[in-house]
């Protein structure tokens, strides 16, 4: 057997129970055939991808609370070490009730190559909890975020392992988070980033995923001679990637028309209202019935369906697995050009070869959602010199960041006799640094 199907074997014989992490390192295994070919004897003796598929450490802790009648809630907190190779763990806190350790152990193995194609000194981590923040009072927030950092304040520090923000976690939680870290460990520290402005954080942060995510688009249809002036462009979800992906597209010239959330979905033919959407969701909250209240053009949808509205572009920013085979189906046989991921491994992956195998352009989440944890990247930076930077400089920064990925992983595809797949030229450009810097640092 192959050193790759003898690891996928292993994997999943010992990781029966977590499908999305089983399906993220298929898909990075799989695409990382030609590499591991080619070093197999090596690779094999050094039992790298065995050292890769496993965790350095996880935790996984009581988060309890009380709630405003007086009630004891307990969650689950998770943290997952994935890999330091190149740099101290770093990755988000997702919050959100499907929330269970092969969720966090997918998005840190991710992480992992996610990181590296940067290009900055960042290893992969990730980690989160059960806990719902919809629909929660600010002082039940705040208590559950002050237990979950009781907890995981063991764990952390600016040269440990840097969580962030994810589904669930924007700057509220860090906030809360931050000030328990500190009150705990009487250290001001870049510990977490997403801060807020008055407390260490960068500006541009909290539009970076997004942006990033529409500056790698462009650069993808740039290198095909077009660009996104004029285009037509569907967005799934309503959260931070989502917001700031439409408001960038937009800015760039695309007509963006629809956005969703975890209820239902709005299609306006006359493009998103972005400064209505930002009210609806940044501030109040609120459903995107709101949004509909307020804006005559648009019609709302129960349940999911952006896929089926005829585009140029589809950007999937929501969560995982939310674009299926028969969506991408859909997509091709309205002509769509591009499809780019802002959340992390959006696009199955039978969904994924339908659109390879059509000639669509495709960009995986761990490439083109990479703006996010670069400018957490950046943010820590700043943090270490005590200054900050500009919105324009970190904007720039941002701007070449994505550019590089963008010419990296497509030169990886071409080395390897793959171009223009653009999955398998982030997991090797992702994989080979990382590769590196573990068998220079011998077995550990
Ligand atoms: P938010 O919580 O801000 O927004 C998530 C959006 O997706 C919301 O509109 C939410 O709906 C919707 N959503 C969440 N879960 C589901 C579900 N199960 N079914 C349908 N819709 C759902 O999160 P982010 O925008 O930060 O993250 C979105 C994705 O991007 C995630 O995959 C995340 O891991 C990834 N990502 C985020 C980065 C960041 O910097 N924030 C960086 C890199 C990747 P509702 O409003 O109803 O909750």
Partial sequence: MSYVDDVLARVQE???????????????????????????????????????????????????????????????????????????????????????????????????????????????????????????????????????????????????????????????????????????????????????????????????????????????????????????????????????????????????VTCSDSTGWIYDPEGIDVDLLKEVKEVKRARLTEYKAKRPSAEYHEGRGVWQIKCDVALPCATQNELLLDDAKQLVANGVTAVCEGANMPTTLDATKYLQDNGVLFICGKASNAGGVATSALEMSQNSERLSWTFEEVDAKLQGIMKNIYHNISEAAKRYGMEGNYVAGANIAGFEKVADAMLAQGIC
């Fill in 14 to 256: 010992k990781n029966a129970s977590e499908p999305e992490f089983l399906q993220a390192a298929e898909e990075v295994l799989e695409s990382l055939r030609p590499v591991i070919e080619a070093n197999e004897e090596k690779y094999r003796r050094e039992a790298l991808l065995e050292r890769l598929c496993e965790p350095d450490r996880q935790f996984k802790f009581r988060v309890p609370w009380v709630d405003d009648k007086g009630q004891v809630q307990v969650n689950t907190g998770y943290r997952v070490q994935f890999n330091n190779s190149i740099g101290p763990y770093k990755g988000g806190i997702r919050l959100h009730p499907s929330v269970n350790i092969g969720i966090i152990k997918f998005l840190g193995f991710e992480q992992i190559f996610k990181n590296s194609l940067t290009g900055l000194p960042i290893g992969g981590g990730k980690g989160g909890s059960d806990f719902d923040p919809k629909g929660k009072s600010d002082r039940e927030v705040m208590a559950f975020c002050q237990s979950f950092m009781t907890e995981l304040c063991k764990y952390i520090g600016a040269d440990v392992d840097v969580p962030a923000g994810d589904i669930g976690t924007g700057a509220r939680e860090i906030g809360y988070m931050f000030g328990q870290f500190k009150r705990i460990r009487g250290s001001y520290e870049g510990v977490l980033t997403g801060k807020g402005l008055s407390y260490g954080g960068s500006l541009a942060r909290t539009e970076a995923t997004g942006y990033g995510l529409v500056y790698i688009t462009e650069e993808l249809l740039k290198d095909h001679g077009t660009d996104l002036k004029g285009k037509t462009v569907v967005v799934s979800g309503a959260g931070n990637v989502a917001i700031y992906a439409i408001q960038k597209a937009q800015q760039l010239g695309a007509k963006v």
